[in-house]
């Protein structure tokens, strides 16, 4: 990005950009979508200048528009264009490969923003958002057990007291005591507190990226000023002042979950040694210390679990509360309780041998089942919330008509995005045991393995594949005769055409497979439905059989004995295979700029917003974002008196709305909304109705002076607001053509490109539209009334 100098733009009183100028001046602040992009495209110039911001989100303009300013008169043709580029945020340098490892947090936290819309029900909607909570905690203490499981059971307790593993593993002959020389790590409890460094570095890593993107995004403060509205009557919580500012919920969230991660870890440790220390003939004083450190990991546990139970979000004030005592004081307490926890499993135990696996299975079962409670009881509440909304109850021809067809999955996309969450850790953590229990042993049998839970969850994914292949099928087969019909309505778009078959099939091939996004939430509802029912099958399996698939399956038929074989041997090459991938991703993300933009655009639509569910997820770039947007916007318009178009492609035109909910009343009524390729409705209208479902994208079109949507057929992202009554038309454009011509033309003489997605702004209609709402925005009149003709033409409903 080049920068030929630097100008500041602060709205502090007797800065130069805060000089009243005269009325007449137009800004167009453009702001990108997925991907990212650079100022010198968006502003459709080589030289361009950053005014306001740093390297990771700035403001850009034309070299030429610098000091548009302080000569309006130059600038009367068009609009001064501003390009506002966030892309670092999400896709910056290459530490941002290691928020791979926080994916299955990421996906719980979207979950919490899935509720259905509701009114009057403030409970339901706080237990709700416990629940998520709750199942996050549940993600944090798996991923731990996990890292314990490899460290502590298959490489220092299966592995360094097997002689065969060791005589392949040479690094770990230090901790074997077959050895003539063993030395003081032999001795099962010192090898365990040795490995246990590996859980706690882990815990430590999170802690750390959650303490450093803490740092950077959520202590941006938005503008303050004061609660307008409240949820009930505004349709969405977005406007309210602290909405954006999460810094002491994800502060206390950070803290419970590190002490549940270093609890977890003394725990795995602590609860050997006891084990071993209760046998008959076991030392008195080491059996009394092992109960009193497991009963403080379990009184540790409940204050763990009283913080996350106890506040959740504060969003009607910018809630500037630290609770360090808390922050600071529960995870150095859990660190000490786990130093201490290996002080006692490194005493001395001369006759202390490892035999067979740790406890795995009841660690990894029991968290298989309360996540699969807590997705359910999420389900139960998500339903009430969702049959409660006014759309839905008793506003059909009969009370409970269920009229709200839009809302994804009928109020379940919560509950199984959650359950995905849960599914997505433990294929993380059963690949990672299966992955190093491979590598360990191979296919010798020289030391006992995983936990049988896990290999059950791994012979669980072939049956899982062939149901999401059948579906895929039924969803290609449904978009091959979908583009047929379209093929129709190709022709019909351009008429006194000469026919091109080619041509035609790849228009309605892309405007079929741009439906497909309509179709996610059937693939999602059946993809964890079925994991749902498959972990509780493979939970009961594991508890009822205490064996391998195989093995429980030995002596039945044969075709069952040979199923349960195959299942198991194809799911623990794909879980292999998926680590593998997992990780050769995250190397080549840190390395390549291209793949670490990939991965951005993931976090683009996976991180909008704020991290109410897990602290270890990524951070919310929304929150640097918006109170960017609003103070830009809001010092612009009180210093200059002008026009303010805010232009917002894909994702950006998200940003836009939630930065317009933002300004204040008086400002909000100022600023023209242009959104283009918007999945404002399509995508978050549909998956997140609480805060962007139909009233509240009718509030925002009451108070915003006026705003236009631009659409196509073939984009598989953006599409229509869809406004009830006569809104819907003065938003939404008829759907733009695309490809602007079918065959060659005067205007086209080689063939257009189908756009889909991109290039908006290509289209002679984005400019027209452009302009009419730079007309609609006409200076106020004196003594001219609100409801007046102007603001009938200017596209606003009356208030």
């Known amino acids: 990005?080049?920068?030929?100098?630097?100008?500041?733009?602060?709205?502090?009183?007797?800065?130069?950009?805060?000089?009243?100028?005269?009325?007449?001046?137009?800004?167009?602040?453009?702001?990108?979508?997925?991907?990212?992009?650079?100022?010198?495209?968006?502003?459709?110039?080589?030289?361009?200048?950053?005014?306001?911001g740093d390297t990771t989100a700035a403001v850009f303009r034309r070299a030429d528009d610098t000091d548009a300013e302080e000569h309006p008169g130059d600038h009367r043709d068009g609009p001064v264009r501003e390009a506002y580029v966030w892309c670092n945020l999400t896709s910056g340098n290459g530490a941002r490969a290691l928020w791979l490892l926080l994916l299955p947090f990421m996906v719980v936290n979207l979950a919490h923003w899935m509720r259905p819309a509701t009114h009057g029900r403030g409970r339901a909607v706080r237990l709700y958002g416990l629940l998520v909570r709750l199942a996050g905690l549940t993600l944090t203490v798996l991923l731990v057990a996990a890292a314990c499981e490899v460290a502590l059971d298959l490489a220092a307790w299966q592995c360094a007291g097997t002689r065969a593993c060791v005589r392949n593993h040479s690094w770990l002959g230090f901790l074997s005591p077959d050895r003539p020389d063993a030395g003081w790590w032999s001795q099962p409890g010192r090898r365990l507190a040795l490995a246990a460094l590996v859980p706690a570095a882990l815990t430590t890593l999170l802690w750390y990226l959650s303490h450093r993107t803490w740092s950077a995004y959520e202590s941006q403060r938005p503008m303050a000023r004061a609660a307008e509205h409240d949820e009930e009557s505004d349709g969405t919580g977005l406007g309210r002042p602290g909405f954006w500012y999460g810094r002491r919920l994800v502060a206390r969230l950070r803290a419970a979950h590190t002490a549940a991660g270093f609890l977890t870890v003394a725990a795995a440790v602590g609860s050997s040694a006891a084990r071993h220390d209760r046998a008959p003939g076991g030392p008195a004083v080491l059996d009394?210390?092992?109960?009193?450190?497991?009963?403080?990991?379990?009184?540790?546990?409940?204050?763990?679990?009283?913080?996350?139970?106890?506040?959740?979000?504060?969003?009607?004030?910018?809630?500037?509360?630290?609770?360090?005592?808390?922050?600071?004081?529960l995870p150095l307490g859990s660190i000490a309780l786990l130093a201490l926890t290996l002080v006692y499993a490194g005493w001395s135990r001369p006759h202390?041998?490892?035999?067979?696996?740790?406890?795995?299975?009841?660690?990894?079962?029991?968290?298989?089942?309360?996540?699969?409670?807590?997705?359910?009881?999420?389900g139960?509440?998500?339903?009430?919330?969702?049959?409660?909304?006014?759309?839905?109850?008793?506003?059909?021809?009969?009370?409970?008509?269920?009229?709200?067809?839009?809302?994804?999955m009928r109020g379940f996309a919560g509950p199984a995005v959650a359950m995905l969450a849960c599914a997505l850790g433990g294929v993380m953590s059963g690949g990672?045991?299966?992955?190093?229990?491979?590598?360990?042993?191979?296919t010798r049998h020289s030391i006992p393995g995983p936990p049988v839970l896990l290999t059950w969850q791994a012979s669980a994914i072939?049956?899982?594949?062939?149901?999401?292949?059948?579906?895929?099928?039924?969803?290609?087969?449904?978009?091959?005769?979908?583009?047929?019909?379209?093929?129709?309505?190709?022709?019909?778009?351009?008429?006194?055409?000469?026919?091109d078959s080619a041509r035609t099939r790849r228009i309605a091939g892309t405007r079929a497979m741009a439906s497909l996004t309509d179709r996610a939430p059937l693939m999602v509802g059946v993809v964890a439905s079925v994991t749902l029912v498959l972990g509780a099958g493979t939970l009961a399996g594991a508890l009822a059989t205490g064996?391998?698939?195989?093995?429980?399956?030995?002596?039945?038929?044969?075709?069952?004995?040979?199923?349960?074989?195959?299942?198991?041997?194809?799911?623990s090459w794909l879980i292999g295979l998926g680590f593998i991938v997992f990780v050769t991703w995250g190397r080549r993300a840190y390395k390549d700029p291209a793949a670490r933009r990939t991965i951005g655009i993931l976090w683009d639509v996976g991180t909008f917003w704020p991290r109410a569910a897990?602290?270890?997820a990524p951070p919310c770039y929304a929150e640097r974002a918006v109170p960017d947007l609003t103070w830009r916007m809001a010092t612009w318009t009180r210093a200059t008196g002008g026009r303010l178009v805010l232009s917002g492609h894909s994702q950006g035109s998200v940003l836009a709305a939630a930065a317009a909910w933002q300004l204040k009343p008086s400002v909000r009524k100022k600023v023209a909304l242009l959104t283009y390729g918007s999945p404002l409705e399509r995508l978050y209208g549909r998956w997140f109705p609480a805060h962007f479902g139909p009233a509240a994208l009718a509030s925002l079109h009451r108070e915003v002076a006026c705003w236009r949507n631009l659409y196509r057929r073939t984009d598989p992202i953006g599409g229509p607001v869809r406004l009830p009554g006569d809104c819907g038309p003065e938003v939404d454009h008829e759907p733009l053509k695309d490809p602007l011509a079918y065959g060659r033309t005067e205007r086209q003489p080689l063939p257009a490109p189908v756009l889909g997605h991109s290039d908006y702004q290509a289209d002679p209609v984005f400019a027209e539209e452009r302009e009419l709402l730079l007309a609609r925005l006409l200076p106020e009149v004196p003594g001219q009334r609100p409801g007046g003709d102007a603001q009938g033409s200017s596209g606003r409903s009356s208030e």
Not at 465 to 490: F, K, P
Request: aromatic content about 4%.
């Open 432 to 442: 990672v045991s299966q992955r190093v229990a491979d590598w360990l042993d191979g």
């Open 614 to 616: 897990h602290p270890f």
């Open 352 to 378: 202390w041998h490892a035999t067979g696996r740790l406890p795995g299975d009841l660690t990894f079962g029991g968290l298989t089942l309360v996540q699969g409670l807590l997705v359910i009881a999420l």
């Open 288 to 329: 009394t210390l092992g109960w009193l450190l497991n009963a403080t990991c379990v009184a540790g546990g409940a204050v763990v679990l009283w913080v996350v139970c106890r506040r959740g979000r504060s969003e009607n004030r910018i809630d500037r509360g630290r609770d360090r005592t808390l922050v600071r004081g």
């Open 547 to 571: 064996d391998a698939p195989s093995e429980a399956a030995r002596g039945a038929d044969g075709f069952v004995h040979g199923a349960a074989e195959t299942a198991q041997a194809l799911g």
């Open 380 to 408: 139960v509440v998500a339903r009430a919330l969702y049959r409660t909304d006014p759309r839905v109850k008793g506003s059909g021809p009969a009370a409970g008509d269920p009229l709200d067809t839009r809302t994804a």
């Open 1 to 52: 990005m080049e920068r030929a100098r630097e100008h500041a733009v602060d709205g502090e009183p007797g800065s130069p950009a805060l000089r009243p100028e005269p009325a007449g001046i137009t800004l167009e602040l453009l702001v990108h979508g997925v991907g990212g992009t650079t100022p010198e495209e968006m502003l459709n110039d080589p030289r361009t200048v950053r005014i306001t």
């Open 462 to 499: 072939p049956p899982l594949l062939v149901v999401l292949l059948a579906l895929i099928g039924g969803l290609a087969r449904g978009t091959w005769r979908l583009r047929r019909g379209e093929s129709l309505a190709v022709e019909r778009d351009y008429p006194h055409e000469a026919r």
